[in-house]
């Protein structure tokens, strides 16, 4: 009987509420696999927004780990932007794959890092950069956008900030306080975790209190 290779998903999408979920990206990416004789031995989804930097996405951090340490062969993942904000978030991801001999597979761009044949694919890192960059630039015109539009709301007389009475949900202060709650977790004291995450002690206790650390 021929192994199959052993493959990971990740998958992830920038709300952390119902408005968007990662079972489409986990559906194809498994139906992918099954079709290209791969196993798949780890599934890994995050709900964190795309504005966030590499080090703050700890479950990819845990899925890279996870696939270096247990011998699996391929990471799948939707699209190129699912593994970094900019083009140099997403080269590191790939060049930490390359160096332990991991594939990456990209679904929506058709890209894969090694070639069937085990050949790297000497294209790889031109084509990362060019779609890394036009990804970037789209994120700056939506960035733009959205301003132009709250200037004029605010010129119009319109009011930012969250209503009154409003609160935050738990999934939002999980995302906002992800570093605080990982440090308590580790076993860092309050005050420790106050300085390592730059908020005070009291926020901190809250946190601890709340999430029952």
């Known amino acids: 009987m021929i192994k199959m290779k ?3 998903i990740y998958a992830r999408v920038s709300s952390t509420g119902e408005r968007q979920s990662t079972s489409r990206q986990v559906a194809d990416l498994t139906d992918y696999a099954n079709r290209n004789g791969l ?21 990819l951090a845990e899925c890279i780990n996870y696939a270096v340490t247990n011998g699996v062969e391929v990471v799948l993942f939707s699209e190129l932007s699912r593994c970094g904000r900019a083009v140099w978030e997403v080269l590191d991801t790939i060049r930490t794959l390359k160096d332990n001999g991991i594939n990456a597979y990209f679904q929506k761009e058709g890209l894969s ?38 200037a004029k709301y605010i010129a119009d007389g ?20 992800g570093k605080v709650i990982r440090s308590l977790r ?11 995450c730059g908020v005070s002690a ?10 029952g650390i």
């Open 113 to 150: 890092l090694f070639s069937a044949d085990g050949k790297e694919n000497p294209y790889l890192a031109v084509m990362v950069s060019v779609l890394g960059v036009c990804a970037q630039i789209e994120r700056e015109n939506i960035t733009y956008r959205l301003n132009s539009g709250r």
């Open 186 to 196: 580790a076993g860092k004291s309050i005050r420790d975790t106050a300085a390592i």
């Open 158 to 177: 319109g009011k930012l900030g969250r209503k009154i009475g409003s609160v935050k949900t738990k999934e939002r202060k999980q995302e906002e306080y």
């Open 39 to 59: 196993e798949v031995v780890g599934v890994y989804e995050e709900h964190i927004s795309g504005a966030k930097r590499n080090e703050e996405r700890a479950v």
């Open 202 to 211: 009291s926020t901190v206790q809250r946190v601890k209190k709340e999430f």
């Open 6 to 8: 052993a493959a990971v």
